[in-house]
């Protein structure tokens, strides 16, 4: 029996405990006294904030992201533009090549045949040249071979003459002549 | 074991919560609304950190974003496109409202995570207004678009005829009961977490007291850490789903049609 009201008194205790802690320390969410404070300030936050959105940012935003929007746009189309005239660009510069191409090919041609031509000429000059100078020459050397032929006569009737005065005889000097030439020609 | 805690061991997890007058320290009466508080102080500091980011962060309107303006482009387009795409394009004229709900809720829950800061949002009155407001106002939009119409939203023309006055009085409920869940889903979420961390945190000087404290001690830090990465995260996501299911409401009263 004592036992059992120590117990009760007991938790008689802690539950006043538990409600002077609810009573003092409580949730302060369900302080009614609190609300018209909280209410009041936070009403007033929000005006604050949808103020400044509605005036300042939310304008300003959308229209930064507008001008993004826009300037991304140009961007490509323009460089849509630069790529199309890169492409002229290109295919005019192959045209150049082709073209110059085709005319190196025909000046080399031109020049080719040009100095084909020219060259032709020159071999046929020289070629001329070479058999006027070859006849030139044959007509010297068979004159230079006439020429040594009269000298060989002349030296050896000479020779002969002188030897057969040397051997003490009288040339005859016709006699001679006609001897020498008879021996030479022969 | 209460006279043991009541040793050295102080469990005040609901301290936090209390609203004083900012300068006398003092509880207020009912009457005093326009006194400033602690929550005066710390919606006025989200009003000003919102000012910072949306207002003197695009001051530039720089076609290449720094950082600041990149951080408000993002939360513009993160509203702008989640009204967009729940309520639909003619759900963008209440783009402001929600824009202004979402900002106010998500910089109030972080600002409520600095050490010492008091979190208007873990209050039951502040959510209640909001969810109150967009209940009011989305039921009122539905009436004004739909007239008599927008009560088909309760009659579930897809459901058999026999089915439908059940489901009616369930929609009635359902959609009564959303301002309710709307805004105790924020506050106690609010609550729960910062509660949870000051008991951890009574926890924590333990060591000072008892052995036991040599283990308690490392393990309450710990929990501590690990709550406050929780909470970073609930702070982030119940901003997210009070304006997603603002949407939602907003999507019911432009098209109430199932």
Redesign the interface.
């Known amino acids: 029996m004592a036992n059992e009201t120590q117990a009760v008194e007991a938790a008689a205790a802690?539950a006043g405990h538990a409600a002077e802690a609810a009573e003092k320390?409580?949730?302060?969410?369900?302080?009614?006294?609190?609300?018209?404070?909280?209410?009041?300030?936070?009403?007033?936050?929000?005006g604050?904030?949808?103020w400044?959105?509605?005036n300042?940012?939310?304008p300003?935003?959308?229209?930064?992201?507008a001008?993004?929007a826009g300037?991304i746009t140009g961007d490509i189309e323009a460089a849509e533009q630069y790529k199309l005239k890169a492409k002229d660009a290109e295919a005019a510069y192959a045209k150049a090549l082709a073209d110059a191409r085709a005319q190196a090919q025909k000046i080399i041609a031109e020049t080719r045949a040009a100095i084909q031509k020219d060259l032709d000429a020159a071999a046929a000059k020289a070629d001329a040249d070479i058999g006027a100078r070859v006849a030139q020459s044959e007509v010297k050397i068979a004159e230079i071979r006439a020429g040594a032929l009269e000298a060989v006569q002349i030296v050896a009737t000479d020779t002969a003459t002188a030897i057969v005065t040397a051997l003490g005889g009288k040339a005859d000097t016709s006699a001679v002549t006609a001897a020498v030439g008879q021996r030479v020609k022969g | 074991m209460a006279e043991e805690a009541g040793t050295g061991l102080v469990f005040h997890p609901m301290e936090p919560f209390k609203i004083h007058s900012l300068f006398s320290g003092e509880p207020i009466s009912w009457y005093e609304f326009f006194v400033p508080t602690n929550t005066t102080l710390w919606m006025a500091i989200g009003v000003l950190a919102i000012a910072l980011l949306m207002v003197v962060g695009t001051l530039r309107r720089a076609i290449v974003p720094g950082r600041v303006q990149s951080v408000a482009e993002l939360a513009y387009g993160f509203i702008h496109k989640m009204v967009e795409d729940v309520a639909g394009k003619d759900g963008l004229v209440y783009f402001p409202y929600i824009f202004t709900l979402f900002l106010f809720i998500v910089f109030s829950n972080f600002l409520g995570l600095i050490p010492g800061a008091f979190t208007p949002t873990s209050h039951i009155a502040v959510t209640a207004v909001m969810a109150m407001g967009v209940f009011v106002g989305v039921t009122a939009l539905g009436f004004m678009k739909h007239g008599s119409h927008f009560l088909g939203l309760f009659w579930v023309s897809a459901a058999p005829l026999a089915l439908r006055p059940i489901l009616a009085v369930i929609e009635v409920i359902s959609y009564f009961v959303r301002p309710v869940s709307h805004s105790i889903r924020l506050a106690g979420n609010m609550m729960a977490g910062h509660a949870v961390m000051e008991v951890f945190a009574a926890f924590a000087p333990l060591i000072l007291f008892s052995f036991v404290g040599v283990i308690v001690t490392p393990l309450s830090v710990l929990a501590i850490v690990a709550m406050y990465a929780l909470e970073i995260l609930v702070a982030f996501v119940q901003a997210y789903v009070f304006t997603i299911l603002t949407c939602v409401y907003l999507k019911d009263a432009l098209h109430p049609g199932h």
Not at chain 1, 26 to 38: A, E, I, K, R, V
Not at chain 1, 60 to 65: D, P, Q, S, V, Y
């Open positions: 802690v320390g409580g949730m302060p969410q369900l302080d009614f006294s609190t609300f018209p404070n909280q209410i009041f300030w936070l009403l007033l936050a929000l604050a904030i949808y400044l959105l509605t300042i940012a939310i300003r935003i959308a229209g930064i992201l001008d993004r300037t």
